[in-house]
């Protein structure tokens, strides 16, 4: 079997068990806190895992409409987070896929189960009207109100993701710089110099 294609299949497997875990943790750690909180802080907590998937949706398409020439220069002058920009260019691909397929898509997953919780307290708070259509129209608002937002935010995100990829990889190299240097969690594979 050809090398490319045995990494592909051994990145996808990984992918796929990284997506398990992360969901897993994800939609566990929403559910808790949704519990334990009111349905105006479950709204606002759903708002922010949309937010998330926004941001991610935009890393990951501004990996891959980023230009190399502008990083490598910024990186010959030692800019803080140009060289693992450049590394995020190397390795768009992957990291397109870990932000938009893993990240982006978990946001959307959990975004809609935690929804849902909300409006299940929601539910509960109008449980003593015998009138079922506040409900349900409340129900039918709040999931058309994220749906909107979600592909809106991330149809947005798409526009500044391919008009400004360069300063969005940029940052994102700033903050991977950071946690790299600072926390000492290794987020990108070394880059290979020849």
């Known amino acids: 079997m050809n090398q490319k294609i045995k990494r592909s299949i051994k990145f996808s497997l990984t992918i796929a068990v990284i997506t398990f875990v992360l969901a897993?943790?994800?939609?566990?750690?929403?559910?808790?806190?949704?519990?334990?909180?009111?349905?105006?802080?479950?709204?606002?907590?759903?708002?922010?895992?949309?937010?998330?998937?926004?941001?991610?949706?935009?890393?990951?398409?501004?990996?891959?409409?980023?230009?190399?020439?502008?990083?490598?220069?910024?990186?010959?002058?030692?800019?803080?987070?140009?060289?693992?920009?450049?590394?995020?260019?190397?390795n768009a691909d992957k990291f397109a896929s870990f932000c938009n397929d893993v990240i982006g898509d978990i946001s959307g997953i959990i975004s809609g189960s935690a929804l849902t919780i909300v409006i299940l307290d929601i539910t509960k708070i109008l449980q003593g009207t015998t009138d079922p259509t506040p409900q349900l129209f409340l129900s039918v608002f709040l999931t058309s109100l994220i749906a909107a937002l979600t592909v809106g935010g991330k149809a947005l995100g798409k526009y500044f993701a391919i008009h400004s990829s360069t300063e969005i990889i940029l940052l994102a190299g700033k903050i991977i710089f950071f946690i790299q240097d600072k926390l000492k969690i290794r987020v990108l594979p070394k880059s290979n110099k020849r």
Not at 31 to 45: D, P
Not at 54 to 79: N, Q, R, W, Y
């Open 24 to 90: 897993a943790i994800f939609s566990s750690l929403s559910s808790s806190l949704l519990n334990n909180v009111s349905w105006i802080i479950g709204l606002i907590i759903v708002l922010l895992i949309v937010l998330i998937g926004i941001i991610f949706d935009m890393l990951g398409i501004a990996s891959t409409a980023a230009k190399e020439a502008p990083l490598h220069a910024m990186a010959a002058e030692k800019v803080t987070g140009a060289k693992e920009a450049v590394n995020i260019y190397k």
